[in-house]
T-cell receptor
């Protein structure tokens, strides 16, 4: 069965510092996709970045980058130059396609940016 | 382009009642899925609809049901509400079906409180 593990329940970072949020995954499938979502206190899940299992380069989207290490089954999110507005819950997720498609989420990491 | 719209944002119901939640996907998106988020269980997949057909259902009792209309709008219904149904219910839509690189885009969610 597919599983996502996020080992950091909470992280505190100073504004303008870089932060790495950890994510490891478990799957026997060769084809899969990994996503990171941000959830502010308002509740909306905001799509940040995607990495496909066959992508040879690490994904980047503005200040977000994904450190994808396939052999170690890890897909860590790196946020550069953190801002106060980055304070939120962050979820790592894997997409499963078995007739239908669904996301399997990790437990999340609560990131707090201190001024 | 408008995002995923969920209504209502907040609901307070009494045990034993039933509730209907609504979701309008992004224009052109035909896949709609529902997730339940609770502090204890995290984010859990409820069901996914495509072309008015439920393609997959998560491990939830039959009290949870849904449907999708021809315009891709979806509703989910919970009957005989229990206290444990209190949660944030998130709807997501995606453009491509069966694609590992098609992100799910979420709405703001409906926060249901059962008293």
């Amino acid at each position: 069965a597919q599983k996502i593990t996020q080992t950091q329940p909470g992280m505190f970072v100073q504004e303008k510092e870089a932060v790495t949020l950890d994510c490891t995954y478990d799957t026997s499938d060769q084809s899969y996709g990994l996503f990171w979502y941000k959830q502010p206190s308002s509740g909306e899940m905001i799509f940040l970045i995607y990495q496909g299992s066959y992508d040879e380069q690490n994904a980047t989207e503005g200040r977000y980058s994904l450190n994808f290490q396939k052999a170690r089954k890890s897909a860590n999110l790196v946020i550069s130059a953190s801002q106060l507005g980055d304070s939120a819950m962050y979820f790592c997720a894997m997409i499963i396609i078995q007739g239908a498609q669904k996301l399997v989420f990790g437990q999340g990491t609560r990131l707090t940016i201190n001024p | 382009k408008a995002g995923v719209t969920q209504t209502p944002r907040y609901l307070i119901k009494t045990r034993g009642q039933q509730v209907t939640l609504s979701c309008s996907p992004i224009s052109g998106h035909r896949s709609v899925s529902w997730y339940q988020q609770t502090p204890g269980q995290g984010l859990q997949f409820l069901f996914e609809y495509f072309s008015e057909t439920q393609r997959n259902k998560g491990n939830f009792p039959g009290r949870f049901s849904g449907r999708q209309f021809s315009n891709s709008r979806s509703e989910m219904n919970v009957s005989t509400l229990e206290l444990g149904d209190s949660a944030l219910y998130l709807c997501a839509s995606s453009l491509d079906v069966g694609s590992y690189n098609s992100p799910l885009h979420f709405g703001n969610g409906t926060r249901l409180t059962v008293t």
